[in-house]
């Protein structure tokens, strides 16, 4: 049984930056893409981006573009989404998610709230 | 890339059946067949019901149906149970190895 584990909630100043964790248990790391989602308070879900852990090649959704770094360290089994300067917009629930449906990931981590405050 | 339209909310009584449209272009819904569906319920993270347009998750009740006409996608719930009380978001691979998600739509079992 795959599981995600993600890393506890963060509180970060705006232009600062965020790197969230997300530690995949069973099933194969490196095959399955690794794709990152947030979702603000009481909106909907955004797609950022995928990494192919095997690779270390990201795809960015254009909006997080130069903001967001998707990595992975293969020999933890752990996938990392870094946000740089961050902006009260983007207070949200971060998801890490996977699965053999590349564009339909079936596993999901429990989401980290990340709030931009100052 | 713009986020798909879905209708805001739905509404139907126990044993209805509801749909779920998403609306997307040629760039995306209309161009591939990669789109998914997910469920998710306050506080708790997405679970994905439909992928590859019509392929049900092993697991999800075959309640569960969607389909795809040109570039609008669509879910069905039949037999509306309360526990299907929920949000619901289409997605679709959107080219350039990226996607895009729905904007969800709240059912709400009357």
């Known amino acids: 049984q795959v599981q995600l584990v993600q890393s506890g909630a963060e509180v970060k100043k705006p232009g600062s930056s965020v790197k969230v964790s997300c530690k995949v248990f069973g099933g194969t790391f490196s095959t399955y893409s690794i794709t990152w989602v947030r979702q603000a308070p009481g909106q909907g879900l955004e797609w950022m981006g995928r990494?192919?852990?095997?690779?270390?090649?990201?795809n960015y959704a254009q909006k997080f573009q130069g903001r967001v770094t998707l990595t992975a360290d293969k020999s933890t089994s752990t996938a990392y989404m870094e946000l740089s300067y961050v902006r009260f917009e983007d207070t949200a629930v971060y998801y890490c998610?996977?699965?053999?449906?590349?564009?339909?990931?079936?596993?999901w981590g429990q989401g980290t709230l990340v709030t931009v405050s100052s | 890339q713009s986020a798909l339209t879905q209708p805001r909310s739905v509404s139907g009584s126990p044993g209805q059946s509801v749909t779920i449209s998403c609306t997307g272009t040629?760039?995306?819904?209309?161009?591939?067949?990669?789109v998914s569906w997910y469920q998710q319920y306050p506080g708790k993270a997405p679970k994905v019901l439909i992928y590859d347009v019509s392929k049900r998750l092993s697991g999800v009740p075959d309640r569960f149906s969607a389909s795809k006409s040109g570039s609008t996608a669509s879910l069905t719930i039949s037999g509306l149970q309360a526990e299907d009380e929920a949000d619901y978001y289409c997605c679709s691979y959107a080219g350039s190895y990226t996607s895009v998600f729905g904007g969800g739509t709240k059912l709400t079992v009357l």
């Open positions: 040629s760039s995306d819904v209309g161009g591939y067949n990669y």
């Open positions: 990494i192919v852990p095997d690779v270390a090649i990201g």
């Open positions: 998610a996977t699965g053999s449906g590349i564009w339909s990931p079936d596993y």
